[in-house]
């Protein structure tokens, strides 16, 4: 029995012309004399598939929608420009490879097979574009699709765009999320499995290899550059954090003493209070006969003046002190609560910032496992070259 490997990727991203022949530039491994051969199984226009399946539930969102800001206009507009969600997706399918010494018509044979059985077999998995290539060193196929599946929440459209969501309805154990994609893709290379042994060939498991091109790479080195700058960015905002609470914090602590200065101030007034409103109860020095002294009554009479300007002087001082204290302690209020929000703020970054370091360790780790890091350094350096050249092309042309 022969051996030999099966390739089964899935992306986000593909050239329908590329797949359909209708441009070949920039591709040497293109016979042009054999594009005759290749097979078209299904050749329709994504936005027709869209609006086959989407426009019902479109139209019944939005008449629920008082708003007309919330409406939706094109979905297929919308989805497109979604950066978190996949508008659509390519499989690439090929079996071995072209000097493993198989039979070229046996390869071609069983994903003639497959490319048939596949739309039947994945319903949530709408095929818009569908052909086989055999007009390169070894026969493959690129299958795109829209993933498509009733939406589960209360919210939003009833049925929506969604890979994860389509891999869940097509779980036979009940797989959520990436789960119900990898039980997926494993069933569908069991699946080719299976048909080669029916040609009595067996599969060689070499591992999951990606298919990259340049655009792919670009867009790895773009996301990894973006990685790096969110995550620096994080690290100085959350330093800027730390230097503000701290700030907060002096500033804290200077106010409570500010106000602990007050009040203590504010006792003393109260005790000279005391002092001025004992006044009242002095006694004038009085005559034999009863009447007062004269002498005692004019110092009597001026001390009880004086005394009650100094009472009213610090009665207003008093209420203008305790103003001064309600306004610092609702400033306290508010310095507490921005630096419980602020430390909250910095347990949400230190957070993001562990995921964006997870994420940027998975990256080069995907680089290592494949061996691709030294070459991905040397495809960065030389893109870099060839954009200082277009950089430079430019500013020649503007003079």
């Known amino acids: 029995m022969q ?9 986000k991203k593909t050239s329908i012309a590329h797949n359909n022949r209708e441009n ?23 936005k027709d598939v869209y609006s086959r399946e989407f426009d019902d539930a479109v139209k019944e969102f939005n008449d629920t929608q008082k708003r007309k800001d919330r409406h939706i206009k094109d979905y297929y507009s919308k989805m497109l420009n979604d950066k978190k969600t996949n508008h659509q997706n390519e499989i690439i399918v090929q079996i071995g490879k072209h000097n493993d010494g198989i039979d070229w018509d046996t390869k071609k044979e069983i994903l003639d097979k497959y490319a048939k059985e596949f739309q039947a077999e994945n319903p949530n998995l709408k095929v818009y574009n ?3 290539h055999l007009d390169e060193a070894s026969p493959h196929l690129h299958i ?19 890979q994860n969501s389509a891999m869940e309805k097509m779980s036979l154990t009940g797989a959520k999320k990436k789960h119900a994609f990898d039980e997926w ?5 069991e699946k080719l499995t299976k048909m080669m042994s029916d040609h009595n060939l067996e599969r060689v498991k070499e591992g999951s290899r990606k298919h990259y091109d340049v655009d792919e ?16 960015e994080l690290k100085n905002e959350n330093q800027e954090l730390k230097n503000e609470m701290k700030d907060k914090k002096t500033d804290l602590k200077k106010i409570e003493k500010d106000v602990a200065q007050v009040e203590k101030k504010l006792e003393v007034r109260s005790e000279v209070l005391k002092e001025v409103n004992n006044l009242d109860k002095v006694q004038p020095e009085k005559k034999i006969t009863g009447g007062i002294q004269e002498k005692s009554y004019e110092e009597m009479r001026k001390t009880a003046k004086g005394a009650v300007a100094t009472r009213d002087k610090y009665k207003d001082v008093a209420k203008e002190r305790g103003e001064v204290i309600e306004k610092q302690k609702a400033e306290i209020a508010k310095l507490k609560s921005n630096a419980n929000r602020m430390s909250e703020n910095n347990v949400e970054l230190r957070n993001e910032n562990q995921s964006l370091k997870k994420e940027l360790g998975k990256m080069n780790k995907f680089l290592e496992k494949f061996n691709l890091t ?10 870099e070259k060839a954009l200082d050249v277009v950089k430079a092309g430019e500013k020649e042309r503007e003079r």
Do not use: C, W
Not at 31 to 45: A, C, F, G, L, V
Not at 185 to 189: C, E, G, K, P
Not at 374 to 383: D, N, Q, S, V
């Open 185 to 189: 893709a494993n069933n569908q290379r």
């Open 24 to 46: 070949i530039h920039g591709n040497p491994d293109i016979d042009p004399t054999r594009i005759k051969d290749n097979i078209t199984y299904k050749r329709e226009d994504i």
């Open 217 to 232: 790479y670009k867009e790895m080195q773009e996301d990894l550059k973006v990685i790096r700058k969110e995550n620096q």
């Open 144 to 162: 795109n699709y829209v993933p498509v599946a009733e939406n589960e929440k209360k919210t939003g459209m009833k049925k929506i765009v969604s």
């Open 374 to 383: 030294e070459k991905f350094k040397a495809f960065t350096k030389l893109l």
């Open 130 to 132: 569908s052909v086989m």
């Open 3 to 11: 051996k030999t490997s099966i390739s089964f990727h899935v992306g």
